[in-house]
């Protein structure tokens, strides 16, 4: 049997497009290139070639072994055999269809990459596992003290196999499935979930929630059970979601649109990012989702000719790229076939193809033996010359810890070895990349500014080297104040206080505010970072406008609202654009800007009230065209205040499309706490937004008794860690400390709003004091080179906070093991880790199939930096 160039491209999207995908960096067959090219010839005797009529599906049993061996009926109850040998790659297959199989292929290789191969899941229980080789079939479809008569309720995958994770059971809440735990609060079922996923879990492997067909509410009750057993270690959620895909000539059903598709599967997803999010803020650790099964949905449900849309399944397609490209918590999707299940199926010939097959026989025939039937990842990685992490490769190690006394110390090079079994926590760094790191650093305020003038001129330059030279903490972004603010000394001050000068005429060119003190800071730094072949990116922020624009006529605090009317608001752009201009006159550069210092905040210094609304008005109005005319290279960042509100600021700004065309970016300050799970829901819900941590900074009142100024607080460089992983874990591009510099008081600050800060001096002796904030900001900007990008990284087997918000900077033993990483330009891996707790952490850090032991010590941060080598097949979930 002859199959067509166009039914093979649907087998390769096929592969493509399902649950996971592996890639490939040596001997790939680059499938546009190579493959699509080729026809392919398939024996039938081979892969038994069966057309079951509606109600029935391809079976196997004793008597009729090998893959779709005979045609039987549906059978009702638990674990319903329809996955075959090949599940989630199959697909849908009809000339009615029309797909456009180029353009699907191509589209889903834009999302996955050129060279995606599948992570297959398979009904452990029903098949037998494909090629032997069974550690890239993810079990799926469990079931426990079902109602049906299935053999083997009772059983369960080992958690000593080589599969790399299981999925609970299938669609528990849908009638003839799983349904013994049809509202997910069966206890018992859940223990039984519970103490399997636990033995995956000591493996280092991922567990998938049950996947209920749609069902929110039945994953949100099944969570608050695990909860209540104590079990939040669950990687991934899953569920189904099925659409129609009507054509709208029958019964006077509606015309399925791709704009009601994609709405049908955003609701449904949407619903799920909430659940996921409500347990992730109670301690759970849910990485992301999988809409584990998903397909057109004829009318007339299974089994029937129905009224579909022609070319549906192919918008359907295009609207899950869409949604996959738009959702980055929407980690995998499987596509299920209608009528057959993981074989390709020519409804002219009922001929069925084997997927596997076919794609490994035709694309890398030197990779395939039909005798011995290796399975494709075994295959693959045998044949393949390196391995990710040769045993030899040293591992860097930088460490700091309280009662040991390490410093950003450099400790003994460690090396990975062979994967082990390890009964402990695991960091697993996935090689998944998620957003790209624009830097770390700190603000250039005038009381900075002011301290290191005054400074010895060694001094000054051990300041430099520390924070921007090539051995120092490799700060490369800055904050700077437009005007004054609270840490500038004396008076406030603008740089036009002419009442009236609409037109700024008297606009101050030399900047004479900052031109003492504040720009040769930020000139020397610029030319530190310069000679190390790196640049300054400076974020300008302003505190107040001038008093004569404001409603309330002075700099400090502000009425409401802060711009008196329609004039001042377009002079105070054109104020913004004019301070850029002059800047950049005087040698530096500005990067981006932020519209207000904490719009919210009424301060008694230097403040001006905006609300979202106003906010959005001025960007639109003013602001954005203005800065698109005069300095188009100026990035904008929106909000500036603190992240229990953030959400609702970007979604109020973002969702308008004018101030979104103007927008790069949103900004917030670490004052309400935590609140990770908003910077997460922002970059989901705005993927290509720029998220920015602008501020974080101790007030002086809170040093503890004891507290020195030679040593600081420990626990200060604890909370800035662990605000920079979740800030970062949560889709953060940077994190930028306040002061840079400050006295033996914590200023100089001209209403007593006193600071700690990583550097400190003590003019009274002539010393300078590095704080723990230094050494915690260290371990990230140090080795998180600019234009890293974060890899994905999981804390398996930790325990996490899951109270109610704390103070911010808090972080105890409460929040167990915490972890972050990024793939750096030069091809190394950056991990930290952090510890909080009074005990020291024993832990497997793995990537990929190499491990190695190590310690964290109790109160410590570490930081390991190791080679990313190729890898010549690695499964991504």
Known sequence: ?????????????????????????????????????????TDCEKTRCVYCKPGYWPMSNDEHPGPGAYCGRVPTGCGVPITGDWPNPGSQFSTDYKFDLGKMMRNSQDILGQDALPLWRYDWRATEHPYSGDWTYVASDWCSGTTGDRVGLKEHPSPGGSSPGFIGWNEPNVPGQCEANADGLDEESVKEYVALAKEFKKRGKFVVSPAPGGGSPWLDNFFSVCERLGFKDIDFMAFHHYVACDSGTRGGRPF?????????????????????MKYNDRGFRLKGIWLSETACAPDGGWGVSGDWRPGAAEILMDQLLKLVDANPLLKAFGWFPYRQFGMLWNETTYELTDLGKTYFTHCHQDRYSEASGPSAVESLASSAEDSRFGASEPVELWQSAKDIGDKLAKKESLSFGDDFTFSGPVVHVRSETSQKITGFGGAFTHASADVFKNLTKEQQQDVL????????????????????????????????????????????????????ALLPLILAAQERLKENGQELKLLATPWSPPGWMKTNGQMKHSGSPCLKGEWERETWASYVSRWISTYKAHGIPIWATTVQNEPENNATWEACLMTPDEQLLHINQHLGPKLRTEHPDVKIFAFDHNKDHVEHWADTILSDSDAASYVSGVAYHWYSGDNFTAIQNIKRKYPKTELLATEATYERWQWKNGTTLAEG?????????????????????GWIDWNLLLDENGGPNK???????????????????????????????????????????????????????????????????????????????????????????????????????????????????????????????
């Open 751 to 877: 209403v007593n709003n006193t600071c700690d800060a990583a550097l400190m001096t003590n003019f009274s002796t002539g010393e300078l004091y590095k704080h723990p904030q230094f050494y915690y900001l260290g371990h990230f900007s140090k080795f998180i080179l600019p234009d890293s990008q974060r890899l994905w990284t999981d804390v398996l087997g930790s325990k996490s906070y899951s109270g109610k918000n704390r103070n911010y900077g808090t972080c105890t033993g409460d929040d167990g093991l915490q972890a972050t990483a990024a793939l750096r330009p030069d091809g190394k891996v950056a991990a930290v880790v952090l510890n909080c707790g009074d005990d020291a952490i024993e832990f497997k850090l793995q990537n990929g199939d190499k491990a190695l032991k190590a310690t964290l010590p109790a109160h410590g941060i570490q930081t390991y930096i190791f080679e990313q080598q190729t890898i010549s097949a690695e499964v991504f979930v």
């Open 465 to 516: 080297e520390m924070y921007f030279g090539k051995d120092g903490l490799g700060f490369t972004v800055g904050r700077v104040p437009i005007n004054s603010c609270d840490f500038t000394p004396g008076k406030s001050f603008s740089f036009d206080d002419v009442d009236g000068d609409f037109s700024l005429q008297h606009f101050d060119e030399s900047l004479t505010g900052d031109k003492d």
């Open 1 to 41: 049997l002859r199959l067509s160039l166009r039914l093979y491209v649907l087998a390769m999207a096929a592969l493509v497009l399902s649950l996971g995908f592996i890639s490939l960096a040596e001997g790939r067959c680059p499938l546009i290139d190579k493959c699509l090219e080729q026809t392919i010839e």
């Open 713 to 733: 607080d420990w626990h200060f460089g604890e909370g800035y860690g662990h605000d920079i992983i979740g800030d970062l874990n949560a889709g953060s591009v």
């Open 256 to 276: 399925t649109t791709p704009e009601m598709m994609y709405a049908s599967l955003e609701k449904e997803l949407s619903e799920h990012v909430n659940v996921m």
